[in-house]
């Protein structure tokens, strides 16, 4: 709890410290559509695939492309552990309104801890406490290590019927690293979605997400509106 409780204060510091330094804020709108595969390996450990395809909308371009893979573990108390890669595809400029330049990819290696925590039979609060490390296309080749990222996300849940969960979270990610000078705080997101699993295989999510972002001179910031769509799919047990 003091922990949680330490984040917290952060989190609050992170929300009203840029409101009083930005100096420009570029305000855009996005959509989001992601596939998240989850196939369990045995009664203990499953692998998650995530494909999410990011673009802007106002005017439509595509941002970003990313591909996720994660082998979890579960640890018991209803927390598990992860382990896992990302594949980052990036087309720049950051400017919806000018023509994709260039190209740039990022792998992500990492590691996570998540665990719910229930009030009653319909709420409860899910932690997340992710660490990566983040490495970028080098011009010579290869990948250059470029620092370290932590994220805290903590996401209260509603669940009105055995089909039906609403969720809203908010999340911070930190960046730490030699390279990192001005924006410790790398960004705070907050969102709402509403989850709903006609099957126990397939379910569907719509949810609206805010990413507040500092830039790395520190005096400028993306504020970017997200509608997230996605299509949830669990595989049955082999042998099940």
């Known amino acids: 709890m ?3 409780r330490l984040l917290l204060l952060l989190l609050l510091l992170l929300n009203t410290h840029p409101a009083h330094s930005q100096k420009n804020v570029d305000s855009q709108h996005l959509l989001w559509l992601r596939y998240n595969l989850r196939v369990p390996l045995n009664e203990t450990h499953a692998l998650r695939q995530e494909v999410e395809e990011r673009t802007y909308w106002f005017p439509w371009r595509q941002h970003q492309l990313i591909s996720r893979t994660v082998v979890e573990r579960k ?3 209803g927390w598990n552990a ?3 890669l990302t594949a980052f595809r990036q087309s720049l400029p950051h400017d919806p309104l000018v023509p994709v330049a260039s190209v740039r990819n990022e792998l992500r290696p990492m590691v996570e801890i998540a665990g719910y925590q229930a009030f ?18 080098a011009p010579e080749g290869g990948f250059a290590f470029s620092n370290y ?7 209260l849940r509603y669940l009105p019927t055995t089909k039906l969960q609403v969720r ?4 911070i990610l930190l960046n730490a690293g030699k390279q990192i000078a001005l924006n410790v705080f790398d960004q705070n997101r907050y969102g709402a979605s509403v989850q709903y699993f006609p099957t126990k295989r397939v379910g ?5 997400l805010n990413w507040f972002q500092q830039r790395p001179s520190g005096q400028e910031f993306y504020d970017r509106h997200i509608v997230r769509f996605t299509v949830h799919h669990q595989l049955p047990q082999k042998g099940a």
């Not at 319909?122 to 490390?133: A, D, F, I, M, N």
């Not at 809203?168 to 999340?171: C, G, K, L, R």
């Open 2 to 4: 003091p922990l949680l």
């Open 75 to 77: 640890l018991g108390k």
């Open 82 to 84: 992860g382990l896992g």
């Open 120 to 137: 009653s039979e319909k709420v409860g609060l899910h932690h997340r406490y992710w660490g990566e490390l983040r490495y970028f296309e």
């Open 149 to 155: 990222r932590f994220r805290y996300r903590a996401e």
């Open 168 to 171: 809203a979270f908010e999340e």
């Open 204 to 208: 569907f999510e719509l949810g609206y």
